[in-house]
Structures are given as structure tokens and as C-alpha cells.
């Protein structure tokens, strides 16, 4: 792993790196931000994947997230969205190939040898994390993210139980299966066997039983993508008929931008602090 | 005045417009973030000078100002730092010309015709602010800026003691006579008589006998400028002598970036807003 940047902030580290990635076959970039802490501190992780068009620098600039995870001691890890390169298929849309990796393990050509966002994420940036950053307690996650990020949280989140102890998202795509931009992706990425997407789209994993307790979203109301793309009233209807408790913030006036993220981010971190300190205390208990 | 974005944020509403500018005979670009307010409400406004290579846009994106200014009831505006244009002089290098006014209204050719940035952040854009804005209270100023805009906002706030009822900055640069950057602006726009620098001249203008009961500064220790550009003990030792009471934050491990002033920013705007509301209470018992 190299360091391509790190500068103090709110009284810790933000880092840029960059390594050799074995499920993409290329280099990936992803930024880390480390708040301060006690000597020997271990601290919960926290996932953010970012939207269409974006690398780890748009949050990492704008998303004013550092206050927030230094009150709360939370590590902040943001990913790029897709692989990247020369070399690495690409397609002259912004909604797709590289910048819109849609966080799956895409299986038909050109797409299949690079664009596996879903490996990445899920199993090989984790691995990297625990090895390279001691302070991160990877017994501790959670999970957030914006648009296709929201996307992306949601589904890694309800196909991993277990290891998220909170899920939020921001304005995410709610049901790819029945929206342009996630028709697009997935018949691109997967082919035309809509059976095979049902594992990238909240709607449908729920309805094929997948669950968390909880969910918390926020949605601007004047968000411009928000009836053709984002369609949180499916979101809505999957968790009531299967019993999630899911809090869905429309927030009137706000749009797509990081000007919206950034208004509610404090609340999404203290939200997600509160359960992996929760967790925290009840493995201490149980020790 | 035209508007080219307005977005919903933090409660409030950040806008970027554009103007033709009588002082600078450009169009020039400003940002302004209006927070959420009570019906009636009149507003105190923080004026934000950028440093050297920005323009607004740097701190709109990554100064996290909003939440702070939402909280304290602050209007913040971010104006560019010089004219611009292709009919515009420019320099080839980052320090001179465009992106690089350093606040003053040159004399000399062929800068005297457009670098005029004294005359616009003092006057023109304060009028053009109080007629299209009216919910900013004119009456209650204060000034903040990073850098070369730290630079701006000491020398204003020193030249208007009456004016603005706070004025901080981040690592500015304190003695434009004893500087590189300094002495290659000053001269480049002023000529050679380093007399008609003195009125640019944070510590020139306290040794002149201007002063201000009060001033905040922040300054990163690992700031890779301190030594060579920055030099806050100059400023340290005029207001001893003066009798200005410097509160000078040496922030350990702290750079040059927007790292750094997001670091510290709701802490200004804290400080500021003390002021800018003392004044008010003042003024109320007054009348």
C-alpha cells in the first residue's frame, strides 16, 4: 500500500492510498480518515460508497464527515467506484464502465476481469484495512453511501447481516430492477438474466427474505433524479411488508449534491456511532 | 447580479452568483451562504478572503462553514481573489496575476486597470451585497481568511477598525514587506516604493498606529510556507508592542491546506459570531 497523502484534521490523519488490487487487476485509490484516540484505542469502521462519477476524493473534500467521526471516534474509509485505467474497459456514459461500477462482480465481457466492485469492497479493502491500519476494529463496521453508493450500502448491508451493525444511505437507488440507471448497469455488468440481478437491488433481496433491523435514509425532496432513479417509496413498501424498521427522511428542498450529504451527515455518523459504541459495550459485557 | 447555482444546505441556502464589477472592469464570481433564518430576520455577515490560487469556490466546497454559520445565525461570503478573463494581465506563475490579487488596487501597468480588489472587497461588493441581499445586516461585519487572504482580512480589518466588529485568519501572511510573495506582489502592482506597501502590511500598518482592540489567528506548525512567508511572530511582536491583543493558535501538525482551516473554521465563526451578536446587544440597549 502507498501513501499518497495525509494531512491532520479535526485532530487526526486523512490519508489517500493507493495499491495493487487483486479482484479489480488494477490499482485502486480510497481515502482513510484515523481521528485521534487514546494509546492502544481500537475503533469502529465505517464504510461510505460513493455515487455515478465520483472517486474517494468528492467525499473526502466535501462530505464533512471528520468533525463527526472525531466526536464519535469512528474510522471513515471511502472507496473509488469503479476500477480505473487505460486498460480497463470503459464506456463514453457517465453511467457506466469506469465512475459507475455499480458494486458488482460483473460477469459478461468486456466488464467481467476488472469490474468487480463487489469482491472488492466485501472482501478484499477490508482485508487490506485490518492489515494496514492496527487502530481499526473490523468487529466493529458499518455501512453508508450516496446514490449508487446508497445502492451499494444497502445491498452489501442486507446480504451481510451479521457484520454491519448499522446501514444508512443517502438519496441511494433504492431498486435498480425498476429504474433506467440500474437497468442499464445491471444488463451491461450481468447480462440480460434479470434473475441474476436480484442479488444487487434492496427491493429484491428483501422480498427474497433478506433483512436487517433497521435502515436509515435520507432523501432530498427536490432531488432531480429522485421519481425516475431513486424511487424510495419501493424501498418503503419492501420494508413494511417484511418488517424493517426503516427511517426515511424526506428532507424538504434539498437536492443530489454534497451540499445535501453534507447537511445530514453529522446525524447519519452519530446514528451509526451509537450502534457500534452499543455493540461495543455489549461485547465488553459479554467478555 | 446573476445567479448560477443556489443548493439547499445546512437549513439554509448556498448560492454562487456573478456580477460586472465597476471596480475591476471584469465579471467577478462570489458564493453566499444564507443560513435559515426567522421571518424578519437581519443578518450579520462574515466576509471570507481565499488564498493564493483559489477562487470561491475552494472554501464553499471544503470550508465547513455552513453548520457553524447556520448555528451562530452568520451570513459568509467568499469572494474570488482577483479578476479574470482572457482580456485580463496575467502571470505564468501561481503567485502574480490571476488568482493571485493579494487585496490591493494596483498602480502600476499593466495591472492598474483591473487589480483593483482593494476597492472591490471594500466597497463595491459590500454595496452590491447589502442591495441584493436583504437580509444581511451591513451594520455587522466582520473578516476572516486564509493565507493571502488572511493577508486581505488583517489589513482591511486594520484599515476599518470602525467597520468590522471581528477579524481572525489562518496562517496568513503577516509581513508582505519581509516575504517573498509579498515583496513580488507588492512590487509587481505597487513599483518599487516599498512607502505605498505599508498600507498592505499587516505589521506596517499596527507599526503606523492602526490598530483593532483584538485579532485571531490560527497557524498550522507543519505549515510548509511558516518560515519563509507566513512569519506570525512579526505579527506577534507588533501587537505586543502595540498593545493588540493577539490570540495566536500555533496548531501542532497542522498544514497549509483546507484541512487545516476546516479544522478550526467553527471555532472562528464562533468567535465571530460572539462579536458580531455582543454588537447587537449593544446596539439594541442603545437605541
Chains 1, 2 share one sequence.
Not at 491532520?8 to 480510497?30: C, L, P
Not at 475503533?43 to 460508497?49: F, H, I, K, R, S
Not at 437497468?183 to 433481496?205: H, M, N, P, T, V
Request: hydrophobic share 40%.
Amino acid at each position: 500500500m502507498e501513501i499518497l497523502s495525509t494531512n491532520k484534521a479535526h485532530g487526526g490523519i486523512q490519508g489517500v492510498y493507493r495499491h495493487a488490487s487483486e479482484a479489480t487487476g488494477t490499482d485502486m485509490t480510497f481515502s482513510v480518515f484515523v481521528p485521534g484516540h487514546v494509546e492502544g484505542a481500537r475503533l469502529p469502521v465505517v464504510w461510505y460508497l460513493s455515487g455515478l462519477t465520483c472517486s474517494h476524493a468528492n467525499v473526502t473534500e466535501k462530505g464533512e464527515y471528520r468533525a463527526a467521526c472525531a466526536e464519535h471516534g469512528l474510522i471513515f474509509v471511502a472507496p473509488d467506484t469503479s476500477p480505473r485505467g487505460e486498460h480497463v474497459p470503459d464506456d463514453e456514459s457517465y453511467d457506466f464502465g469506469q465512475g459507475a461500477g455499480f458494486y458488482v462482480d460483473a460477469t459478461e465481457d468486456p466488464w467481467a476481469e476488472h469490474y468487480r466492485m463487489r469482491s472488492y469492497i466485501e472482501d478484499e479493502l477490508p482485508r487490506l484495512i485490518a492489515a494496514e491500519f492496527p487502530k481499526a476494529d473490523l468487529t466493529r463496521e458499518s455501512i453508508m453511501g450516496h446514490s449508487m453508493g446508497g445502492h451499494g450500502a444497502l445491498t452489501i448491508g442486507l446480504r451481510n447481516p451479521d457484520r454491519f451493525k448499522a446501514v444508512s444511505a443517502f438519496a441511494p437507488i433504492a431498486a435498480p430492477l425498476d429504474c433506467p440507471w440500474g437497468e442499464k448497469a445491471l444488463s451491461g455488468y450481468l447480462g440480460e438474466d434479470r434473475a441474476a440481478w436480484r442479488g444487487y437491488d434492496a427491493c429484491a433481496l428483501i422480498a427474497d427474505g433478506h433483512t436487517v433491523s433497521e435502515l436509515l435514509v435520507d432523501q432530498g425532496t427536490d432531488d432531480e433524479f429522485l421519481e425516475e432513479q431513486l424511487r424510495p417509496e419501493l424501498l418503503e413498501q419492501a420494508c413494511a411488508e417484511a418488517g424493517i424498521a426503516l427511517t426515511l427522511n424526506r428532507r424538504e428542498g434539498y437536492d443530489h449534491s454534497y451540499y445535501f450529504i453534507a447537511s445530514f451527515m453529522a446525524d447519519h455518523l452519530a446514528w451509526h456511532g451509537e450502534r457500534l459504541a452499543e455493540d461495543a459495550a455489549a461485547s465488553d459485557k459479554g467478555a
